[in-house]
């Protein structure tokens, strides 16, 4: 079974290669997406063990919680592919297709190996996999976004790939068997050489961090977010990046089991805070909002390694945080793309009116916006709230303080830029294309935010009890 | 065999030196083919025994870094640079004076970690750092986009160097995706130089500035 996740996706995607209609050929990816789905269930349901090649891929509590993330994004954001291609019926949608396709097998590979040398091998993979598609519109614009986020995102990955050896050279340099597997790392973690530990995780921290899009190294974010088509963008800030979080994760866990607790949780309270704070500050009179986004999922990553860092409670409401802030993503990255298209802008400048114009996709855009600012009902605002109350029963009030006062920023600048788009009277220039909101287009966002705003309603037994086991699983005991 | 790798690393790091004074794209992109070149007689010689998966990798990493690669970028030059030389924003002289400091970095740094044992050369870990840090530099101080390509390539060299001391935790297996990794990399990134060249008639990444704050 654990093969079947990865390849069927590469399967279907090597048949996007080859089947020649290019109005059929979308179609590809809603069915992957499916039969992904499909398989995904069954493995989170039967409960026993699923792992392969002696211990190089194996399904953790960790991974299960990503693995149904990115599938369930991936399923919706399918069925909005075809209806999105079919906008555009001049472009080849070939490489698009077979890229997307090939996306999800990388990403599954990623949350599955517990290898650590085939997880950076498969993390680089998702980078060449959405080259492509954040090129799709083969504007000057375009290509400048891809051209930065295949270069930084390359470097960063390579420091990780150092950070690595680094990490085997450390269980070298304590005269143990050099190894990459992760079960072993974990079990050997407390006679690793600490110089070479500390080393490895900020090298790691560094690399994994680009890819993730922590600051400082997220300038290739707003670029690549801004220029993406809406679709690729929600599968970037939802599941790519989740991905690259679990990687964090992995090692995290390692330093945990050392134990060198103390060392890790500063670095990563103090990143979270820092990315928060930077893209607060970009977020605000941000007059693209397609780049709003990029800069609101800079924050959210940053709220991410937050909460893992203060530990506990925080790190049980940062994994919620992970799927609540995914599947919202998806609701803004959609609904953005949507009114991109019907103004053939993304600057406020030319964007009035959105609500009256696109009646969903407006108020869907603007729906996204409170949610994922913390408004209740939303998933977010639990996950968010959950985060808040582990750094005040952890002690850390400081850290409290700042928290709030970014997202009290965040929810100003961003409210800024979301209410000029969707008030106000549409343009004379948003008459021009003959883009209308329909079904096909804005059901998977209706399904999104049914779905954001069901977790912050309702947490099923299932998923508090794997994120329960997930978090147990991380902090393990030295 | 083993006595070797420390000559072969010297000659590595100075040819870090020729590839930061380096003005022609061509003794550039020479520089880092002889690299990985001699990256790959370094895992014969890190390894001691000739072993059958040994050599390919070797081999493969001879064929991609040595050959393979070189002759993609020397067909991007030959196809899309309308002048070869190297256009840095940061002069020479400067570049491989910061080189000499980030050597010399390299090596202190490398004293404030332990080194495991005798039997290897103490000379890797300084050279792969000072390597990666000359990738980094050449990556941000020349704005061509072939340029930055060649950066990256030098930084993966520093990257591989490290990893000759760990010729037995890595698999093979990863090794070679380690490698298709890089090759799939390199070949996008000439797509990309090949669009860039074609959209502004320039490859310099001074044009690539519209997305900004």
Redesign the interface.
Known sequence: MVFWLIFVPLIIAVAALVVPSNRWRPWLIPLAGVVHLGMTGWVLSCGHPVAGLQGWLALDPLGKLVLGLISVIFTICGFYAPAYLDLRPERQNRFFCACLLGMLGMMTLVVLSH?L??M??AI??T??CT??LL?FNHS??S??????Y??IG??GI??A??GS??L??S???A?L????LLDDLVKIAPQL?R??LH?AFVLLLVGYGTKMGLAPMHTWK??AY??APGLVGALLAGGVTSCAFLSILRFYQICLAAPEAAFAREILVFIGLFSMAVAAV?MVRQRDFKRMLAYSSVEHMGILVLGIGLGGLAAFGALLHMITNGVTKGVLFLSAGNIHRAYGSKLTDDVRGAMRRLPVSGVTFLAGFLIVTGSPPGGPFISEFTILTGAINGGHYAVAAMYLAVLAIVFIGMGTTVLRVVQGVPSPQAASTAYRDRPQLVIPILIFLGLSILLGLYIPNSLTTALHDAVAYLEVKP | MKDFIDPILVVVLLLNFVALGASRLRTLIQAVAVQGILLGFMIVMAHGSFMIWVALMAGATVALKGVVIPRMLFHAVREVVIRREVEPIVGFVASLFLGAVGTALALLFSK??????DHMSSLVVPA?LST?LTG?LI?TTRSK?IT?VVG?LI??N??FI??L??M????F???L??L??LF??IF??GI?IH??SR??SSVS?NM????K?
């Open positions: 290898h040398g085939l950076w091998v680089e993979a980078t060449l080259a492509p090129f000057a614009r290509l400048e976004a891809t051209w930065k295949l270069l390359s470097v390579a420091l790939l150092l050896f680094f085997a050279y269980s070298l340099h005269g068997v050099p190894t990459l050489s110089p070479w080393a707003p670029d801004g220029e970009f | 404030t970690l332990p080194i495991a044992h792969s990666v980094f990556l986009a930055q990256y930084l993966e520093g990257v490290f990893g001391l760990l037995e935790a890595i698999p297996l990863v090794e995706g380690v298709l990794d799939v990399a996008v990134m990309i669009k860039i959209e502004f990444t690539l500035s519209e997305l704050e």
